[in-house]
């Protein structure tokens, strides 16, 4: 059996200078403890068993010293003990708290493997002000083979629903614990499979960053400038902010998954965001963004054109758009197409369509047929909308039209996906409809 006494002199060898002297700037500290896939394979591991990709370990470490925490973590030795490690870490926590460090301020993140250490960690410092954070491992087996896990101390609790190693709750954890300070639990959907956690993705690292900073409550901020969703599948919607009439508006945009890169459709509304939302994407998937399509001229659609181009991405945009944005001097896409196209790239493929103007002359929607998702733009308007929004280049004659030709040609879609606004729901075309005739329109 695995000395533990052996492994924290190891630890405390080389890791408790480092802290001690970064501790006394006052920082934060975070202990971070990795999968088991880098036991087992090193700083680079790579899931090719399960096509979750590759551990990016050190990119991890580093999004965590960019947030200002003062990192501790070390590549374990494959088959390493889980308690025997747990027990050293333990020790180290304990270490900091005799300095005067306050338990407040150490918090402890585990991922898989990591996850269950950690978990022993808690149950060994008995602490209930220090902070963990538990990610993808309190499946049925975890808790029927360690019946003698016991949460102590501020929890959080990350798992994700597509996850079919570890996806589920760790309230039956909780439940058999005694000295739980604070309990919080998110349930992620990124489709990421337990792959979520081999990256830095905002999803997992906005919370825990906020958990180690005593922010308990982790109410959503008011200054998020880039949000991803998952909407089905490899179809994820991107959303930026700006001001629209003295309010924060959201712009949307999709992006798709494919074996041969990722596609996008529409660029951020905010232009500080165009290069954080290409990192997002490789970061998340390990691929990049291969083309982009903009439904039409106005800003919140081709604001990116140019910046992607210079990335070596290819643009696109109808010849009625191009005409557009080269008349007003305003971003132009590398490539233009004259009419209806079936785009294919890697396994998907999917058609642009032109059934005449509404929000704009040269506004275009794209399907998607084998998901049945409509991608529509700024021609719908969401369900929370209570007016047409911007209506100067507007056609408003023709917009019903346009909406019913769409209606016809792309029967009973799953998903439809609007330009701006909350996008989840499926009646947004039947709402732009009911605004247009509000207005006089039908």
Not at 28 to 45: D, P, T
Not at 95 to 107: A, C, G, R, V, Y
Not at 227 to 232: C, F, M, S
Not at 405 to 417: E, G, H, T
Request: aromatic letters at 12%; proline letters at 3%.
């Amino acid at each position: 059996m695995t000395n533990p006494t052996k492994i924290k002199k190891q630890l405390f060898s080389t890791l408790i200078p480092v802290f001690f002297a970064l501790a006394g700037f006052g920082q934060n500290i975070v202990f971070y403890l990795h999968g088991k896939i880098v036991e087992n394979q090193g700083s680079h591991a790579v899931d090719t068993i399960n096509g979750n990709g590759a551990y990016k370990y050190f990119d991890i470490i580093d999004s965590l010293k960019k947030r200002n925490f003062t990192v501790i973590s070390a590549i374990r030795k494959p088959n390493t003990n889980v308690t025997a490690y747990a027990q050293a870490v333990a020790g180290q926590v304990d270490s900091l708290l005799k300095k005067n460090i306050k338990p407040q301020n150490i918090t402890v993140i585990g991922a898989s493997k990591g996850s269950i250490i950690a978990m022993y960690v808690s149950g060994y410092v008995k602490n209930k002000d220090v902070n963990y954070v538990f990610m993808g491992a309190c499946d049925e087996e975890i808790y029927n083979k360690c019946p003698d896990i016991r949460y102590y101390g501020n929890i959080l609790s990350i798992y994700e629903k597509s996850d079919s190693l570890n996806g589920s709750s760790c309230e039956k954890f909780r439940n058999r614990s005694g000295t739980v300070s604070r309990y919080k639990e998110i349930a992620l959907n990124t489709g990421l499979k337990h792959g979520f956690m081999f990256r830095p993705v905002s999803e997992w690292l906005n919370p825990a960053t906020k958990w180690a900073n005593n922010d308990y409550d982790l109410k959503p901020t008011t200054d998020q400038k880039l949000v991803i969703t998952r909407l089905t599948g490899d179809y994820y919607v991107f959303t930026t902010y700006r001001t629209f009439k003295n309010k924060p508006m959201s712009s949307n945009g999709l992006y798709l998954v494919t074996n041969r890169g990722v596609v996008m459709i529409d660029t951020p509304w905010d232009s500080t965001q165009f290069q954080p939302l290409l990192d997002s994407i490789e970061i998340r998937h390990g691929k990049k963004v291969v083309m982009c399509i903009a439904t039409h001229s106005h800003e919140d659609r081709t604001g990116g054109l140019d910046y992607f181009k210079q990335k070596g991405i290819r643009t696109y945009t109808t010849k009625q758009t191009d005409s557009i944005c080269k008349k007003r001097g305003e971003k132009r896409a590398e490539f233009v197409f004259v009419k209806d196209t079936v785009f294919k790239v890697g396994q998907y493929s999917f058609q642009t369509f032109y059934a005449g103007g509404g929000h704009t002359r040269d506004n275009i929607v794209l399907w998607f047929e084998k998901d049945k998702i409509l991608y529509g733009g700024c021609l719908l308007k969401s369900t929370e909308a209570t007016d047409l929004g911007y209506v100067k280049e507007s056609d408003l004659t023709a917009w019903p039209l346009t909406l019913n030709k769409i209606k016809q040609k792309f029967k009973a879609p799953r998903y439809s996906v609007t330009g701006h606004q909350d996008w989840s729901g499926n009646k947004s075309l039947e709402h732009t409809l009911a605004l247009l005739k509000e207005r006089g329109n039908e």
